[in-house]
């Protein structure tokens, strides 16, 4: 489920791309410059969540993926990238004093550190995992788990359409490949409800969660980001440098103000050559910028 993200894409790139929300599904066709495609879903289509079915009308949502896919059935390749929701897994960071080698004992090492931070089963959950290098001889394991019914459930449309889901990633991992590797920053990014924060010292990933919240107004996110920098300083000694702001589509002037003068930090929006990043393909846009530097 989890690239590193770059390990991933020193291989040839796949044909599409594609990034599942609520709202729709945002497709690429990947060349030198991709070519951009939105398809709406109907209201109730899709209902994110890491407990219970995602897709509300498999049909329709059949019916979306195949629109988007149709060009593709004259290529010879139909290998997929897709691009899931945050909210339909959990990411998180795990650090450890040792962390051992052996793949079998890292991975049973690590359902034992989260099966009681997951309200699902562990043991039959797809999981990937990356290890990072932390300081001091630590290891900083980012980590992304989901049901593995939730996650076959999304794959299977594409599937049935003749396309080989072979990556799939997670819309904020993807969505930090557009965000610079320089000082200790936090992004936030919110698609509806869903509020991914992710924190980043330089290349290393630090911390990242996905909450729902009751309500997207900006005191509600801040009730989320103010306790986020407090553990910024509290665990990492310093204070975070900037906070990178994405999906808040016209309330982006607003809440950059607002967060400015609540957190006291410098606020600065998510880009991409190809347009600005909202709540709905971020994560693509990202994966682009790491298949093609002019994307």
Known sequence: MLDSVRSVFR???????????????????????????????????????PLKENIA??????????????????????????ILPDYSARIAVLDFDQFPSDAK?????????????????????????????????????????????????????FRTAGMNPGLVTMSSLAALELAPEAGLSVLAKLTGRALSVLVRDKAVLKLARCVELPKSDLPDIADVL??????????????????????????????????????????????????????NNAGLLGYLRSVARNN
């Open 11 to 49: 291989d040839p790139p796949p044909a599409m791309a594609f990034e599942i929300s609520e709202a729709g599904i945002a497709a690429a066709r990947i060349s030198s410059h991709a070519e951009l495609e939105f398809q709406p879903f109907k209201p109730g289509t899709l209902t994110v969540s």
């Open 226 to 279: 103010v306790p986020t920098f407090v553990y910024i300083e509290d665990n990492l000694g310093r204070r975070a440098e900037n906070l990178i702001l994405c999906g808040f589509g016209a309330r982006t002037e607003e809440a950059a103000q607002f967060f400015g003068a609540e957190l006291g930090v410098e606020c600065e929006l998510l880009r991409s050559p190809l347009g600005a990043p909202g709540e």
């Open 105 to 157: 004992e890292q991975a049973s090492l690590i359902r034992f550190r989260v099966k009681r931070a997951v309200p699902f089963d562990v043991d039959s959950a797809a999981m990937s995992y990356y290890v990072q290098s932390g300081e001091k001889g630590r290891v900083d394991v980012v980590v992304v788990m989901a049901p593995l019914e939730i996650v076959a459930r999304y794959e299977a449309p």
């Open 57 to 82: 009308d498999p049909d329709a949502f059949i019916l979306a993926v195949r629109s988007l896919a149709a060009t593709q059935a004259a290529r010879k390749r139909k290998d997929a990238a897709l």
